[in-house]
């Protein structure tokens, strides 16, 4: 016969899975887009934005204002 698992059983079961894999999860893959790759020799070193996010954020945010510019104050 098989055994009914609870919900709480299976949320149990994922969050000690995803506990063991630190390196799975949405936040991380956000961060390894964003940030520089870590270092292996220097965990402790703080990441910097990678030249290209910077670049694009800048350019959203010059285009962003140009926007609101020629929009609510013209």
Do not use: H
């Not at 000690?16 to 961060?31: C, T, V």
């Not at 270092?39 to 402790?44: A, I, Q």
Request: aromatic share 16%; proline share 7%; no cysteine.
């Amino acid at each position: 016969m098989k055994k009914e698992v609870t919900r709480r059983e299976v949320q149990v079961w994922f969050e000690n899975y995803f506990r063991d894999r630190p390196e799975l999860g949405l936040g991380k893959a956000i961060l390894t887009i964003i940030l520089e790759p870590a270092n292996l020799f220097e965990p402790k070193k703080p990441r910097f934005p990678k030249k290209s996010f910077a670049l694009l954020a800048i350019w959203l945010l010059g285009l962003l204002g140009v926007f609101v510019y020629f929009n609510l104050w013209s």
